[in-house]
């Protein structure tokens, strides 16, 4: 066969070839092209919880000092803690994504954070277990995970567990306190997420007359004589344990501290409302209710 003849062949060719790829263009078959990694800085404990329970922890490159579960996120870069940022460590590590809580901050960082083009989110989640689960769901539609089936597992453990709290005969009343060394305590009062979390373990919250948290004081401890007195884990040892703690205002003349029960509970279980909420009600009702 001569050169000559071997020409229109290679023409054919090369059209079946364009018509080929036109097809799969038009039919939408086409290869599309590969998405950017997703590259996130998780702020704030139950935020990071919330990723990692989505099943997309591996695309968190940076968290903030409050997120210490689970262990992979300890073994991270840390950019601050979540209400002190550090817009320089924001960026060095190139993040897609910045979640942050209601209250992180400093405004100015998240001013600068914002001017540089970074997307960020805050996501504004209640601390109750409808706010819980909007959370899952905010953060899935942002982290492209599927929110559905985690949310049927936390509502039913949640369930199970205000469930078995509510079968104990007593409802003790508990004082619930924040500590970060001596002179620095404080009480939770009412619509507090410690407030809510003594409801769930059916128990009463000993501090009454106001919302938010609000300094203790020697009257204001023996008027409201709780039956236990709990507190985070890292508050307890910032007082110097049990003794410590007794040695604050009011807090030996209480039921609690006559009978030394101080209790003290992981502080992401006690004031996160995040992920672990099940677990949370079901650690503080076993804590407070006497067997």
């Not at 942050?100 to 540089?116: C, H, M, N, R, W």
């Not at 039913?156 to 205000?162: D, F, G, I, P, R």
């Not at 009257?219 to 985070?232: G, H, K, Q, R």
Request: glycine share 10%; net charge neutral.
């Amino acid at each position: 066969m001569s050169r000559t003849s071997l020409v229109p062949l290679v023409l054919l060719g090369l059209a079946l070839v364009a018509c080929k790829r036109e097809n799969k263009a038009e039919s939408g078959t086409e290869p599309a092209a590969p998405k950017a990694k997703v590259r996130i800085v998780s702020v704030g404990s139950a935020n990071t919880e919330t990723v990692f329970a989505l099943g997309k922890g591996a695309d968190v490159v940076a968290v903030d000092t409050s997120s210490l579960f689970p262990e992979a996120a300890t073994k991270l870069p840390q950019v601050g803690y979540q209400r002190a940022l550090s817009a320089e460590g924001v960026l060095s590590v190139q993040p897609t994504l910045v979640l942050l809580p209601t209250e992180g901050g400093p405004p100015a960082v998240i001013d600068q954070l914002k001017q540089s083009g970074l997307t960020i989110e805050v996501i504004d989640a209640p601390a109750t277990e409808e706010g819980s689960k909007a959370r899952f769901e905010r953060i899935a539609a942002l982290t492209g995970a599927d929110a559905a089936p985690v949310v049927k597992r936390f509502q039913e453990e949640v369930a199970a567990a205000k469930a078995e709290a509510a079968k104990t005969e007593t409802t003790p009343k508990v004082l619930v306190l924040y500590a970060r060394g001596p002179g620095t305590v404080q009480a939770f009062g009412q619509n507090t997420p410690a407030d809510k979390l003594l409801g769930m373990a059916h128990a009463q919250n000993a501090a009454q007359g106001f919302e938010g948290n609000r300094p203790i004081s020697a009257e204001a401890v023996v008027a409201w004589a709780p039956d236990y007195i709990v507190l985070p884990a890292r508050g307890l040892d910032s007082l110097g344990g049990v003794e410590g703690v007794l040695e604050q205002p009011g807090l030996k003349e209480t039921p609690a501290g006559k009978a030394g029960r101080v209790v003290p509970i992981d502080d992401l279980l006690l004031l996160g409302f995040g992920p672990r909420l099940g677990e949370s009600v079901r650690t503080l009702s076993k804590a407070v209710h006497e067997k």
